[in-house]
């Protein structure tokens, strides 16, 4: 198993900026991938950017694209997102996952969220 606490969500205006963070515990070693999704208000869930454990290949839904970035540290087991730039469209909870080196393409373990609100 694989546990992930999230943090540094909050409140900001329009045009500023948050850095998310996903410290990883347990069985980190068996980690093939980390990811960050989102889900606002009566929407459904959408993923946001993901990041390979070992070779640090990144991966972004076309609406973050140069706004977001992804990055890990391994010694820390822990992944962020930068967000730069923010808009209030990107008001939601946030979650990252993890996929393992059994099923890598499935998002097995989640942390519990974190709230991004951006104000106009």
């Known amino acids: 198993q694989v546990q992930l606490v999230e943090s540094g969500g909050g409140l900001v205006q329009a045009g500023g900026s948050l850095r998310l963070s996903c410290a990883a515990s347990?069985?980190?070693?068996?980690?093939?991938?980390m990811g960050w999704f989102r889900q606002a208000p009566e929407k459904e869930r959408e993923f946001v950017a993901s990041?390979?454990?070992?070779?640090?290949?990144?991966s972004y839904v076309s609406s973050v694209k140069g706004r977001f970035s992804i990055s890990r540290d391994n010694a820390k087991n822990t992944v962020y997102l930068q967000m730069n730039s923010l808009k209030p469209e990107d008001t939601a909870i946030y979650s990252c996952?993890?996929?393992?080196?059994?099923?890598?393409?499935?998002?097995?373990?989640w942390g519990q969220g974190t709230q991004v609100t951006v104000s106009s």
């Open positions: 996952a993890t996929s393992d080196l059994i099923a890598p393409g499935r998002w097995d373990y």
């Open positions: 347990g069985r980190t070693f068996i980690i093939y991938s």
């Open positions: 990041i390979n454990w070992s070779g640090g290949s990144t």
